[in-house]
Protein backbone atom coordinates (compact mmCIF):
# COMPACT_ATOMS: atom_id res chain seq x y z
CA UNK A 1 0.00 0.00 0.00
CA UNK A 2 1.51 3.17 -1.25
CA UNK A 3 1.05 6.46 1.62
CA UNK A 4 0.47 9.36 0.00
CA UNK A 5 1.54 12.34 2.45
CA UNK A 6 -0.89 15.40 1.79
CA UNK A 7 -2.15 18.90 3.34
CA UNK A 8 -5.49 18.21 5.20
CA UNK A 9 -7.25 21.08 2.79
CA UNK A 10 -9.80 20.33 0.12
CA UNK A 11 -8.19 21.34 -2.09
CA UNK A 12 -4.59 19.32 -1.39
CA UNK A 13 -6.67 16.22 -0.18
CA UNK A 14 -9.05 16.64 -3.54
CA UNK A 15 -5.55 16.87 -5.64
CA UNK A 16 -4.19 13.84 -4.18
CA UNK A 17 -7.38 12.15 -4.23
CA UNK A 18 -7.00 12.65 -7.81
CA UNK A 19 -3.21 10.85 -7.44
CA UNK A 20 -4.29 8.00 -5.77
CA UNK A 21 -6.97 7.36 -8.21
CA UNK A 22 -4.32 7.11 -10.85
CA UNK A 23 -1.80 4.71 -9.30
CA UNK A 24 -5.12 2.78 -8.46
CA UNK A 25 -5.89 2.51 -12.15
CA UNK A 26 -2.94 1.37 -12.95
CA UNK A 27 -2.77 -1.19 -10.56
CA UNK A 28 -0.93 0.23 -7.29
CA UNK A 29 -3.18 0.64 -4.29
CA UNK A 30 -2.76 3.70 -2.57
CA UNK A 31 -3.99 5.85 0.57
CA UNK A 32 -4.11 9.25 1.62
CA UNK A 33 -2.22 10.53 4.83
CA UNK A 34 -2.83 13.80 6.34
CA UNK A 35 0.17 15.65 6.86
CA UNK A 36 0.16 19.08 9.03
CA UNK A 37 2.24 22.07 7.82
CA UNK A 38 3.68 25.13 8.92
CA UNK A 39 1.24 26.90 6.45
CA UNK A 40 -1.88 25.61 8.10
CA UNK A 41 -1.19 26.49 11.14
CA UNK A 42 0.45 29.88 10.70
CA UNK A 43 -1.67 32.48 8.97
CA UNK A 44 1.07 34.91 8.34
CA UNK A 45 1.37 36.27 4.67
CA UNK A 46 3.48 33.03 3.02
CA UNK A 47 6.08 35.93 1.97
CA UNK A 48 7.09 36.66 5.97
CA UNK A 49 7.07 32.59 7.09
CA UNK A 50 9.21 31.48 4.26
CA UNK A 51 9.24 29.60 0.88
CA UNK A 52 8.53 25.79 0.98
CA UNK A 53 5.86 26.72 4.15
CA UNK A 54 3.63 24.24 2.58
CA UNK A 55 5.72 21.49 1.10
CA UNK A 56 9.13 21.28 4.00
CA UNK A 57 6.73 18.85 6.04
CA UNK A 58 5.49 16.67 3.29
CA UNK A 59 9.01 16.36 2.37
CA UNK A 60 10.30 15.56 6.57
CA UNK A 61 7.35 13.17 6.33
CA UNK A 62 8.33 11.58 3.00
CA UNK A 63 12.17 11.15 4.83
CA UNK A 64 11.26 9.52 7.76
CA UNK A 65 9.08 6.95 6.15
CA UNK A 66 5.87 8.40 7.29
CA UNK A 67 4.73 7.97 3.68
CA UNK A 68 5.60 6.71 1.02
CA UNK A 69 4.69 9.55 -2.05
CA UNK A 70 4.36 13.56 -1.31
CA UNK A 71 1.84 15.59 -3.61
CA UNK A 72 2.57 19.56 -3.59
CA UNK A 73 1.49 22.18 -5.71
CA UNK A 74 4.95 22.75 -7.90
CA UNK A 75 4.70 26.12 -7.42
CA UNK A 76 4.94 26.23 -3.36
CA UNK A 77 8.20 23.96 -3.67
CA UNK A 78 11.46 25.71 -3.53
CA UNK A 79 13.74 25.88 -6.63
CA UNK A 80 16.68 23.97 -5.69
CA UNK A 81 16.43 20.69 -6.63
CA UNK A 82 16.69 18.28 -3.88
CA UNK A 83 18.53 14.72 -4.38
CA UNK A 84 17.00 13.13 -1.66
CA UNK A 85 13.64 12.52 -3.75
CA UNK A 86 12.27 12.10 -7.61
CA UNK A 87 9.85 14.07 -8.28
CA UNK A 88 7.38 13.92 -11.40
CA UNK A 89 5.15 16.35 -12.78
CA UNK A 90 1.30 14.74 -13.88
CA UNK A 91 -1.13 16.05 -16.19
CA UNK A 92 -1.13 19.79 -15.64
CA UNK A 93 -4.75 21.56 -15.32
CA UNK A 94 -5.69 25.42 -16.31
CA UNK A 95 -2.77 27.64 -15.37
CA UNK A 96 -4.69 30.56 -15.96
CA UNK A 97 -5.92 32.91 -13.27
CA UNK A 98 -10.08 33.77 -11.82
CA UNK A 99 -11.52 36.42 -10.27
CA UNK A 100 -14.49 35.89 -7.94
CA UNK A 101 -16.28 38.93 -7.62
CA UNK A 102 -20.30 39.61 -5.87
CA UNK A 103 -22.68 40.22 -8.55
CA UNK A 104 -20.72 38.72 -11.57
CA UNK A 105 -18.33 41.48 -11.67
CA UNK A 106 -15.19 41.45 -13.64
CA UNK A 107 -12.33 43.69 -13.05
CA UNK A 108 -13.55 46.02 -15.38
CA UNK A 109 -16.17 46.60 -14.42
CA UNK A 110 -15.63 46.62 -10.26
CA UNK A 111 -16.17 50.14 -8.68
CA UNK A 112 -13.57 52.21 -8.11
CA UNK A 113 -12.40 51.22 -4.72
CA UNK A 114 -13.43 47.92 -4.31
CA UNK A 115 -12.21 45.50 -1.59
CA UNK A 116 -10.04 42.91 -3.63
CA UNK A 117 -8.52 39.89 -1.75
CA UNK A 118 -4.80 38.25 -2.30
CA UNK A 119 -1.32 38.23 -0.60
CA UNK A 120 0.47 37.01 -3.52
CA UNK A 121 3.00 39.97 -4.44
CA UNK A 122 2.97 38.64 -8.00
CA UNK A 123 -1.04 39.20 -8.14
CA UNK A 124 -0.55 42.50 -6.27
CA UNK A 125 1.85 44.25 -8.42
CA UNK A 126 -0.19 43.24 -11.76
CA UNK A 127 -3.55 44.43 -9.88
CA UNK A 128 -2.28 47.17 -8.86
CA UNK A 129 -1.20 48.23 -12.98
CA UNK A 130 -4.62 47.08 -14.39
CA UNK A 131 -6.59 49.53 -11.69
CA UNK A 132 -4.74 51.32 -9.79
CA UNK A 133 -7.84 52.44 -7.56
CA UNK A 134 -8.63 49.39 -6.26
CA UNK A 135 -7.70 48.36 -2.10
CA UNK A 136 -6.01 45.28 -2.17
CA UNK A 137 -6.42 43.30 0.90
CA UNK A 138 -4.06 40.50 2.36
CA UNK A 139 -5.94 37.16 1.88
CA UNK A 140 -4.89 33.76 3.15
CA UNK A 141 -7.11 30.57 4.38
CA UNK A 142 -8.36 27.68 1.75
CA UNK A 143 -10.56 28.05 -0.79
CA UNK A 144 -13.94 28.42 0.31
CA UNK A 145 -12.30 30.41 2.65
CA UNK A 146 -11.19 33.24 0.99
CA UNK A 147 -14.39 32.90 -1.48
CA UNK A 148 -16.81 33.67 1.95
CA UNK A 149 -14.96 37.27 2.22
CA UNK A 150 -16.91 37.90 -1.02
CA UNK A 151 -20.30 35.72 0.21
CA UNK A 152 -20.11 37.41 3.37
CA UNK A 153 -19.60 41.24 2.19
CA UNK A 154 -16.12 41.79 3.44
CA UNK A 155 -14.35 41.50 0.33
CA UNK A 156 -16.10 42.87 -3.45
CA UNK A 157 -13.83 39.76 -4.89
CA UNK A 158 -10.17 37.95 -4.49
CA UNK A 159 -8.56 36.69 -7.37
CA UNK A 160 -7.28 32.62 -7.20
CA UNK A 161 -5.91 30.34 -9.67
CA UNK A 162 -8.48 29.05 -12.13
CA UNK A 163 -6.83 25.21 -11.66
CA UNK A 164 -7.88 24.85 -7.55
CA UNK A 165 -11.31 25.94 -8.70
CA UNK A 166 -11.61 23.51 -10.97
CA UNK A 167 -10.13 20.66 -8.77
CA UNK A 168 -12.60 21.13 -6.39
CA UNK A 169 -15.38 21.44 -8.38
CA UNK A 170 -15.71 25.56 -8.17
CA UNK A 171 -14.86 26.48 -11.49
CA UNK A 172 -18.11 28.02 -12.36
CA UNK A 173 -17.77 30.40 -9.47
CA UNK A 174 -15.07 32.34 -10.99
CA UNK A 175 -16.57 35.49 -12.64
CA UNK A 176 -13.49 36.28 -15.19
CA UNK A 177 -10.67 33.70 -16.09
CA UNK A 178 -7.91 36.11 -17.31
CA UNK A 179 -5.89 35.33 -20.16
CA UNK A 180 -2.85 34.73 -19.70
CA UNK A 181 -1.38 37.79 -21.15
CA UNK A 182 -3.71 39.78 -19.10
CA UNK A 183 -2.59 38.87 -15.58
CA UNK A 184 0.65 36.58 -15.88
CA UNK A 185 0.32 33.28 -13.69
CA UNK A 186 2.89 32.02 -11.04
CA UNK A 187 5.59 29.83 -12.40
CA UNK A 188 3.99 26.11 -12.47
CA UNK A 189 0.83 27.15 -11.75
CA UNK A 190 -1.72 24.70 -11.92
CA UNK A 191 1.07 21.54 -12.34
CA UNK A 192 1.11 19.27 -9.81
CA UNK A 193 4.40 17.86 -8.45
CA UNK A 194 4.53 13.99 -7.08
CA UNK A 195 7.64 13.22 -5.06
CA UNK A 196 8.79 10.22 -3.66
CA UNK A 197 12.18 9.09 -2.09
CA UNK A 198 14.90 8.42 -4.97
CA UNK A 199 15.98 5.22 -3.30
CA UNK A 200 12.35 4.07 -3.14
CA UNK A 201 12.39 1.80 -6.42
CA UNK A 202 8.53 0.51 -5.98
CA UNK A 203 7.44 4.37 -5.98
CA UNK A 204 9.86 5.72 -8.15
CA UNK A 205 8.19 3.08 -10.65
CA UNK A 206 4.70 3.58 -9.46
CA UNK A 207 4.82 7.71 -10.06
CA UNK A 208 7.09 8.00 -13.38
CA UNK A 209 3.87 5.75 -14.67
CA UNK A 210 2.42 9.45 -14.11
CA UNK A 211 4.65 11.98 -15.73
CA UNK A 212 3.27 13.88 -18.72
CA UNK A 213 6.15 15.19 -20.82
CA UNK A 214 4.16 18.42 -22.46
CA UNK A 215 3.89 19.79 -18.48
CA UNK A 216 7.48 18.75 -17.15
CA UNK A 217 8.59 20.52 -20.27
CA UNK A 218 6.85 23.41 -19.18
CA UNK A 219 7.21 23.98 -15.68
CA UNK A 220 10.71 22.92 -16.04
CA UNK A 221 11.44 26.00 -18.11
CA UNK A 222 8.92 28.27 -16.13
CA UNK A 223 10.46 27.33 -12.85
CA UNK A 224 14.19 27.74 -14.37
CA UNK A 225 13.42 31.56 -15.26
CA UNK A 226 12.58 31.47 -11.31
CA UNK A 227 15.64 30.15 -9.86
CA UNK A 228 17.49 31.68 -12.48
CA UNK A 229 16.47 35.18 -11.09
CA UNK A 230 17.10 33.82 -7.68
CA UNK A 231 13.47 33.99 -6.83
CA UNK A 232 11.23 32.26 -4.44
CA UNK A 233 7.75 31.43 -4.97
CA UNK A 234 6.35 34.39 -3.26
CA UNK A 235 8.56 36.98 -5.24
CA UNK A 236 6.76 39.41 -8.22
CA UNK A 237 7.75 36.92 -10.89
CA UNK A 238 5.27 35.17 -13.49
CA UNK A 239 6.08 32.69 -16.70
CA UNK A 240 4.21 30.06 -18.31
CA UNK A 241 5.54 27.92 -21.37
CA UNK A 242 3.44 26.39 -24.03
CA UNK A 243 4.45 23.62 -26.40
CA UNK A 244 3.68 22.13 -29.83
CA UNK A 245 3.41 19.24 -31.35
CA UNK A 246 7.13 19.43 -32.67
CA UNK A 247 8.50 20.18 -29.42
CA UNK A 248 8.88 23.74 -29.57
CA UNK A 249 8.46 25.64 -26.24
CA UNK A 250 7.01 28.95 -26.51
CA UNK A 251 7.86 30.73 -22.94
CA UNK A 252 6.90 34.12 -21.29
CA UNK A 253 7.74 35.99 -18.31
CA UNK A 254 7.64 38.55 -15.92
CA UNK A 255 8.87 40.72 -13.53
CA UNK A 256 6.70 43.51 -11.78
CA UNK A 257 7.29 46.49 -9.35
CA UNK A 258 4.77 45.96 -6.41
CA UNK A 259 3.31 49.22 -6.96
CA UNK A 260 2.02 48.59 -10.13
CA UNK A 261 4.55 51.22 -11.59
CA UNK A 262 6.62 48.39 -13.67
CA UNK A 263 6.76 45.74 -15.41
CA UNK A 264 9.47 43.68 -17.23
CA UNK A 265 8.05 41.05 -19.91
CA UNK A 266 10.30 39.08 -22.18
CA UNK A 267 9.51 36.05 -24.86
CA UNK A 268 11.33 33.27 -26.35
CA UNK A 269 11.13 29.89 -28.16
CA UNK A 270 13.48 26.98 -27.87
CA UNK A 271 13.89 23.35 -27.69
CA UNK A 272 15.69 22.94 -24.62
CA UNK A 273 13.57 24.18 -21.25
CA UNK A 274 16.58 25.02 -19.06
CA UNK A 275 18.47 26.82 -21.45
CA UNK A 276 15.52 28.85 -22.38
CA UNK A 277 14.13 29.65 -19.18
CA UNK A 278 17.92 30.49 -18.67
CA UNK A 279 17.86 33.13 -21.40
CA UNK A 280 15.02 34.71 -20.97
CA UNK A 281 15.81 35.37 -16.98
CA UNK A 282 19.04 36.98 -18.39
CA UNK A 283 17.21 38.93 -20.34
CA UNK A 284 15.13 39.99 -17.58
CA UNK A 285 17.85 40.67 -15.58
CA UNK A 286 19.64 42.90 -18.22
CA UNK A 287 16.22 45.07 -18.72
CA UNK A 288 16.42 45.57 -14.62
CA UNK A 289 14.50 42.61 -12.92
CA UNK A 290 16.92 43.05 -9.98
CA UNK A 291 15.88 46.73 -8.96
CA UNK A 292 12.52 45.62 -9.38
CA UNK A 293 12.26 42.78 -7.23
CA UNK A 294 14.61 44.56 -4.69
CA UNK A 295 11.61 47.23 -4.46
CA UNK A 296 8.93 44.48 -4.27
CA UNK A 297 10.91 43.18 -1.21
Not at 136 to 165: F, H, K, S, W
Not at 243 to 271: P, W
Request: hydrophobic share 45%; glycine share 8%; charged share 25%.
Amino acid sequence: MMRIGTRGSKLATTQSGHVRDALIAGGVQAELKIITTAGDVNMSPVERIGVGVFTQALRDALERGECDIAVHSFKDLPTAPDERFRLVVPQREDNREALIARDGLTLDTLPAGARVGTSAPRRVSQLRALRPDLEIVPLRGNIDTRMGRVTDGELDAVVLAYAGLNRVGLGERATQVFASEQLYPAPAQGALAIECRADDADAVAAITALADAQATTCALAERTVLASLEAGCTAPVAAWATVDEDAHIDLRAGVFALDGSRRLVERAQGTDPQALGQQLAQRLLDAGAAEVMSDAK
